[in-house]
């Protein structure tokens, strides 16, 4: 029974090893950034609001082939409960009114939304060392909007939508395929519309704040953010500067 159990002790031993060989040094990964010249200043700024400085950084993430989906951002919801979920989304629309996507008025985002229409959205895009972070709150776009939006998608994707209780459980992917079926026999010929589902649309985010980053080599990361002002706030023209159309913004430690 002894020689057993040192023989399992050896052989746990030599198994952690091999485990300890093969992880990956997670702490030890890093990325090189921008150099010491290359960094974000104020004056650097294209508009002295945040639509027109996102325009500006959105147009040139659209330039890389390198990023494959430039509008995709990570929208930040709250439960009733107080537990924040996060999920990817695809912008589909901006200017200064706000920012906008589409998704199912049944899915769990959505339901959060309903009850809490405080959100966040990110930006991350590697290539360019840049993130955007969105503040705001939601408000649902207009029917005539998202129908608009609806018909300009390829047909299959109007039928997924069609087909998805997104959220929903499903005893398996086959009832997906099935409801798919049933909906391409349908619509799948010339001149026949799909019906918007009067469960899906669209929302616009209305940000109270948004911070634009870029990382450095040094890590001295810029982060340059705008916010509305708040009641008895005055910008001093050097930690708080006075921006257009009621904005203000201002340098944060990295």
């Given at each position: 029974m002894g020689r057993f159990l040192a023989r399992t002790f050896v052989l746990f031993l030599s198994e952690t090893r091999s485990?300890?060989?093969m992880s990956i040094d997670i702490g030890g990964m890093r990325i090189k950034y921008k150099d010491k010249d290359e960094t974000f200043l104020e004056k650097h700024l294209v508009s002295k609001e945040p639509f027109g400085q996102f325009k500006a950084w959105f147009e040139e993430a659209?330039?890389?082939?390198?990023?494959?989906?430039?509008?995709?951002?990570?929208?930040?919801?709250?439960?009733?409960?107080?537990?924040?979920?996060?999920?990817?989304?695809?912008?589909?629309?901006y200017g200064k009114e706000g920012f906008k996507f589409f998704t199912n008025y049944g899915s769990r985002k959505a339901r959060e939304m309903d009850l809490n229409p405080n959100v966040a959205a990110t930006f991350y895009w590697e290539v360019l060392n840049r993130s955007i972070r969105i503040e705001g709150q939601v408000d649902k776009l207009s029917e005539e909007e998202s129908v608009t939006y609806f018909h300009s998608r390829p047909v299959p994707s109007q039928i997924a939508a069609c087909a998805s209780h997104q959220s929903t459980p499903i005893e398996s992917r086959d009832v997906l395929q099935e409801r798919e079926s049933v909906l391409e026999a349908q619509y799948l010929v010339p001149e026949k519309e799909v019906p918007k589902p009067?469960?899906?649309?669209?929302?616009?985010?209305?940000?109270?704040?948004v911070e634009f980053w870029q990382g450095q080599r040094d890590r001295l990361h810029d982060r340059i953010k705008f916010r509305k002002l708040n009641v008895g706030e005055q910008p001093d023209g050097k930690l708080l500067h006075e921006g257009e159309d009621g904005w203000v913004y201002e340098r944060l430690s990295p």
């Open positions: 485990v300890r060989k659209c330039t890389k082939k390198e990023i494959l989906e430039p509008n995709a951002m990570c929208l930040a919801t709250v439960s009733p409960q107080g537990f924040p979920s996060a999920r990817f989304v695809l912008l589909k629309g009067s469960y899906w649309g669209g929302y616009i985010i209305r940000p109270q704040a």
